[in-house]
Antibody
Framework: EVQLVESGGGLVKPGRSLRLSCIGS????????MSWIRQAPGKGLEWVAFIRGKGSGGTTEYAASVKGRMTISRDDSKSNVYLQMTSLKTEDTGVYYCVRDGRPSLDVWGQGTTVTVSS | QFVLTQPPSVSGTPGQRVTISCSTS????????ANWYQQVPGAAPKLLIY???QRPSGVPDRFSGSKSGSSASLAISGLQSEDEADYYC???????????FGGGTKLTVL
């Protein structure tokens, strides 16, 4: 079964950092690009970051709202993708989904991990 | 600049057919294939339609997609109570090098 499982969410104060992790199983992890998508409470979906597979250079892309504050990375030996979040703001609060980028679509979603940024 | 517009809500009765539109004026994404996601309350989104009109394995053929010009559409026929959910369109924007989502449409089955 193809599966993604996120972890690392929690309550954090504004300005602090947090690292999210996602482990994939049931597919050849290194062959796929991976994205993080977030959803603020009661709001829609927002793309956050994308990392290409090693075959495509492993390069990264970011939404303007997080560029310079968040870093996506991957460890294919562990089938993991990470999102390092720094200088967190209250507006970063939400559920963060790890998603397989099976171009032309985001085809496999994790169950999400909740990040709450509050003093 | 990168905006996908969906109606905030649609509704229908069991057995009816409803459609949800997703439109853009952005030349950067108008030619890209559209994907559709279903999110039932409390759950993660699920891929419903990819490449404008393709259904992943396991998605009932009551769900169909189409695209014409700058607008994509999701149609749900034979509406069922379990179809009550939020529906999102999404397109990859080459110049943004990222995914753009529509604002979402809440489907209510009356």
């Amino acid at each position: 079964e193809v599966q993604l499982v996120e972890s690392g969410g929690g309550l954090v104060k504004p300005g602090r950092s947090l690292r999210l992790s996602c482990i994939g199983s049931g597919f050849k992890f290194g062959d796929y690009g991976m994205s993080w998508i977030r959803q603020a409470p009661g709001k829609g979906l927002e793309w956050v970051a994308f990392i290409r597979g090693k075959g495509s250079g492993g390069t990264t892309e970011y939404a303007a709202s997080v560029k310079g504050r968040m870093t996506i990375s991957r460890d294919d030996s562990k089938s993991n993708v990470y999102l390092q979040m720094t200088s967190l703001k209250t507006e970063d609060t939400g559920v963060y989904y790890c998603v397989r980028d099976g171009r032309p679509s985001l085809d496999v979603w994790g169950q999400g991990t909740t990040v709450t940024v509050s003093s | 600049q990168f905006v996908l517009t969906q109606p905030p809500s649609v509704s229908g009765t069991p057995g009816q057919r409803v459609t949800i539109s997703c439109s853009t004026s952005s030349s950067n994404i108008v030619r890209r294939p559209a994907n559709w996601y279903q999110q039932v309350p409390g759950a993660a989104p699920k891929l419903l339609i990819y490449s404008n009109n393709q259904r992943p394995s396991g998605v009932p053929d009551r769900f169909s997609g189409s695209k014409s010009g700058s607008s994509a559409s999701l149609a749900i026929s034979g509406l069922q109570s379990e179809d009550e959910a939020d529906y999102y369109c999404a397109i990859w924007a080459d110049s943004l090098k990222g995914w753009v989502f529509g604002g979402g449409t809440k489907l209510t089955v009356l």
